[in-house]
Nanobody, 123 residues
Framework: QVQLVESGGGSVQAGGSLRISCAAS????????MGWFRQAPGKAREGVARIYVRLGSTDYADSVKGRFTISQDNAENTLYLQMNSLKPEDTAMYYC????????????????WGQGTQVTVSS
């Protein structure tokens, strides 16, 4: 049974940094594509960043390029999202997702999802 557990969310002032983590179990980590997605109240879920674990290839939403970095620890089966220069518009619930065939920033199609971790950025 695949489990994705996010952690590390919290409240930070604009300009600050946070690193959120996603611990994966029951998943063949090296064969998966993993992504970070976010959803703000009243808005649709959107892709933030994704990584094809085997190759380490990444893709980012334009809104976070240059500020966020997605990375992986294969030994620990853990996905990270380093978020720098945070803005109030980054406030959202952040979700980790994984799939073996889908590898896009579009959240549709990802089979496995975590429960989310809240990130709040105040101005």
């Amino acid at each position: 049974q695949v489990q994705l557990v996010e952690s590390g969310g919290g409240s930070v002032q604009a300009g600050g940094s946070l690193r959120i983590s996603c611990a994966a179990s029951g998943l063949t980590f090296s064969r998966s594509c993993m992504g970070w997605f976010r959803q703000a109240p009243g808005k649709a879920r959107e892709g933030v960043a994704r990584i094809y674990v085997r190759l380490g290839s990444t893709d980012y939403a334009d809104s976070v390029k240059g500020r966020f970095t997605i990375s992986q620890d294969n030994a620990e089966n853990t996905l990270y999202l380093q978020m720098n220069s945070l803005k109030p518009e980054d406030t959202a619930m952040y979700y980790c997702a994984a799939d073996y065939t889908v590898c896009e920033l579009n959240p549709v199609g990802y089979k496995y999802w975590g429960q989310g971790t809240q990130v709040t950025v105040s101005s």
